[in-house]
C-alpha cells in the first residue's frame, strides 16, 4: 500500500533553511488525483497546514506561511520536498507529509510518520 | 487559535457513546465544504477515520460516524473502547483563508 516516509535535519540553527524531503512508495507521485501535502504539528499543539503540490508543480500554501515556505517535486525520484526560510524557535515542530484528495473534499491519507525538527543554536 | 473550534477533552466509560464536535463558520463549514476527522494515538501520525462528513475508509470500525448541519460537524463514537483513547482533530477549508483548516484538537479519555 501507499507510505510516505520523512526525511531530513533534526536540528536547525535560527536564522536558517528548513528542508526536509518526502519519499512515496507503493504508488506514484505523478497522479492526476492526489496532491502531496506538508502539515506541522507543535509540541503539544494542533496541526497546522503548510501547503501542498500537484505532480505538475502547481502549488498552494498557507497564506501565513507563504512568504517563507517552498515546496517542489522530483517525480524521477518519487520525492517531494520542503524548505522552510529564516526558521525561529516557533518553527519547531513535528513535521508530517501526506496525501492529500485533489476533489472538493481535501482530505489527506496516508500519513508519513512525521519527524521531529527542532530549531536551536 | 483554531479556525474550527472543538473541545479540549471529552471523556465516557467504556461500552458508553461520546461525540466531539467542531464549530466552523460562514466561510468553511457553512460555505459546505466537507469535514473530515482524524484520529492521532499517543506518539504516532494522525489517521483519517472520517472523510466527507460523514464516510469511513475502509477498516474503520462503524463505532465511528460523523455528521454535519450548518456551521458545525460531530463525530461520534459508540461502544467505547480502551483503544479509542487519542487525539481527534477535524478538518475542512475556508474560503476566505483559501486553505485547509484544522479543528484544535480534542483528547478522548476512556475512563
Known amino acids: 500500500q501507499l507510505q510516505l516516509q520523512e526525511s531530513g535535519p533534526g536540528l536547525v540553527k535560527p536564522s536558517e533553511t528548513l528542508s526536509l524531503t518526502c519519499t512515496v512508495s507503493?504508488?506514484?507521485?505523478?497522479?492526476?488525483?492526489?496532491?502531496w501535502g506538508w502539515i506541522r504539528q507543535s509540541p503539544g499543539k494542533g496541526l497546522e497546514w503548510i501547503g501542498n503540490?500537484?505532480?505538475?508543480?502547481?502549488?498552494n500554501y498557507n497564506p501565513s506561511l507563504m512568504s517563507r515556505v517552498t515546496i517542489s517535486v522530483d517525480t524521477s525520484k518519487n520525492q517531494f520536498s520542503l524548505k522552510l526560510t529564516s526558521v525561529t524557535a516557533i518553527d519547531t515542530a513535528i513535521y508530517y507529509c501526506?496525501?492529500?484528495?485533489?476533489?472538493?473534499?481535501?482530505?489527506?491519507?496516508?500519513w508519513g510518520q512525521g519527524t521531529l525538527v527542532t530549531v536551536s543554536s | 487559535q483554531s479556525v474550527l473550534t472543538q473541545p479540549p477533552s471529552v471523556s465516557g466509560a467504556p461500552g458508553q457513546r461520546i461525540t466531539i464536535s467542531c464549530t466552523g463558520s460562514?466561510?468553511?463549514?457553512?460555505?459546505?465544504?466537507?469535514v473530515h476527522w482524524y484520529q492521532q494515538l499517543p506518539g504516532t501520525a494522525p489517521k483519517l477515520v472520517i472523510f466527507?462528513?460523514?464516510k469511513r475508509p475502509s477498516g474503520v470500525p462503524d463505532r465511528f460516524s460523523g455528521s454535519k448541519s450548518g456551521t458545525s460537524a460531530s463525530l461520534a463514537i459508540t461502544g467505547l473502547r480502551a483503544e479509542d483513547e487519542a487525539d481527534y482533530y477535524c478538518?475542512?477549508?475556508?474560503?476566505?483563508?483559501?486553505?485547509?483548516?484544522f479543528g484544535g484538537g480534542t483528547k478522548l479519555t476512556v475512563l
Open positions: 501526506a496525501r492529500r484528495d485533489k476533489s472538493s473534499s481535501n482530505w489527506f491519507d496516508p
Open positions: 507503493g504508488g506514484s507521485i505523478s497522479t492526476d488525483y492526489y496532491y
Open positions: 503540490i500537484f505532480y505538475r508543480g502547481r502549488t
Open positions: 460562514s466561510s468553511n463549514i457553512g460555505a459546505g465544504h466537507d
Open positions: 466527507d462528513n460523514k
Open positions: 478538518q475542512s477549508y475556508d474560503s476566505s483563508l483559501s486553505g485547509v483548516v
